[in-house]
Nanobody
Framework: QVQLVQSGGGLVQAGGSLRLSCAASGRTFAFSSYAMGWFRQAPGKEREFVAGISSSGGNTYYADSVKGRFTIARDNTNNTVYLQMNDLKPEDTALYYC???????????????WGQGTQVTVSQ
């Protein structure tokens, strides 16, 4: 059984920073073989891609809306992926999810395993 357990998030003022973490576990889950992604879903909207990182960490992709402000990183020794979010804006308010996929992709349908979600709220 694969578990992705998220931490971080919370309430921050516009211009502030937050870091999300996602720790993976599972007896047969080879974290270093999976691409990881972060998605977000605001109320009444579709779940959207935010950032993704290849299994080795050598390739990263970002949504245009967060490029230059968010950074995705992974630690394959500790089976953890991070999302550093800087210069947060009210429009970044959403429920954020980490996810694992056998290949890096931008579509949520490419991802097999999901974290529980963590709320990020950015106030004016």
């Amino acid at each position: 059984q694969v578990q992705l357990v998220q931490s971080g998030g919370g309430l921050v003022q516009a211009g502030g920073s937050l870091r999300l973490s996602c720790a993976a576990s599972g007896r047969t889950f080879a974290f270093s073989s999976y691409a990881m992604g972060w998605f977000r879903q605001a109320p009444g909207k579709e779940r959207e891609f935010v950032a993704g990182i290849s299994s080795s960490g050598g390739n990263t992709y970002y949504a245009d809306s967060v490029k230059g402000r968010f950074t995705i990183a992974r630690d394959n020794t500790n089976n953890t992926v991070y999302l550093q979010m800087n210069d947060l804006k009210p429009e970044d308010t959403a429920l954020y999810y980490c996810a694992a996929a056998s290949r890096l992709g931008l579509s949520r349908y490419a991802y097999n395993y999901w974290g529980q979600g963590t709320q990020v709220t950015v106030s004016q």
